[in-house]
């Protein structure tokens, strides 16, 4: 079974603070992989995807994610982060080709300060 | 395209009552996740639904039940209500247009129960 692992919990950053976040998934096979963010009070919504292809996938708002199949890692990030970028995101994992369930990292809390 | 809506929004319940959640996907899509989200535990999986068929469960013991419907609708229930299951359980949609759950999951925005 997979696993997802978000080791930073709660982030704090400075406007124009440069973000990465970890994510590290624990699976044999090929896999596709997913952050979603949550807003203060919104719903869950996909800020990236990777399925295939290049490893470096760009999202919404100025993020991307780089793939490293060596590292088992989907690590995201932005250059220049804003007050609007706080908010609570989650990596996720799904093993690709079957009928698997999608398995969710325990989610990053960032807070950006003005 | 409406999102996924779910019902109730929020419930507050007493120890040992049941309580059922409803969750309408996005119209055209099969596959229905259902999530128990706390704080400090994230998301955690409960079951997935397509075609009324439960394809995969969690970790999660058998007061936790659910159903989807023809009409790729589905329900949730929890019987026997204990305090940790106040939570914010989150449905979630995908087109499954190959059968498979790989695709983007659309998110609702969640029933809030509160167990007292």
């Known amino acids: 079974a997979q696993s997802v692992s978000q080791h930073n919990h709660h982030v704090i950053l400075s406007e124009a603070a440069s973000l990465e976040l970890g994510c590290n998934y624990s699976y044999g096979g090929t896999v596709n992989l997913f952050w979603y963010v949550q807003y203060p009070g919104q719903h869950l919504q996909l800020l990236l995807k990777y399925f295939s292809g290049d490893p470096l996938v760009k999202g919404i708002k100025g993020f991307e994610a780089e793939f490293i199949k060596s590292k088992f890692s989907f690590n995201l990030r932005k250059p220049s982060v804003q007050w609007s970028d706080t908010a609570e995101y989650f990596c996720a994992v799904i093993a690709s080709g079957g009928y698997q369930k999608v398995t969710f990292g325990t989610g990053t809390k960032l807070q950006v300060i003005p | 395209k409406a999102g996924v809506t779910q019902t109730p929004r929020y419930l507050i319940k007493t120890r040992g009552q049941q309580v059922t959640l409803s969750c309408s996907p996005i119209?055209?899509?099969?596959?229905v996740s259902w999530y128990q989200q706390t704080p400090g535990q994230g998301l955690q999986f409960l079951f997935e639904y397509f075609s009324e068929t439960q394809r995969n469960k969690g970790n999660f013991p058998g007061r936790f039940s659910g159903r989807q419907f023809s009409n790729s609708r589905s329900e949730m229930n929890v019987s026997t209500l204990e305090l940790g299951d106040s939570a914010l359980y989150l449905c979630?949609?995908?087109?499954?247009?190959?059968?498979?759950?790989?695709?983007?999951?659309?998110f609702g925005p969640g029933t809030r129960l509160l167990v007292l």
């Open positions: 119209s055209g899509h099969r596959s």
């Open positions: 979630a949609s995908s087109p499954a247009l190959s059968g498979r759950a790989e695709e983007t999951q659309y």
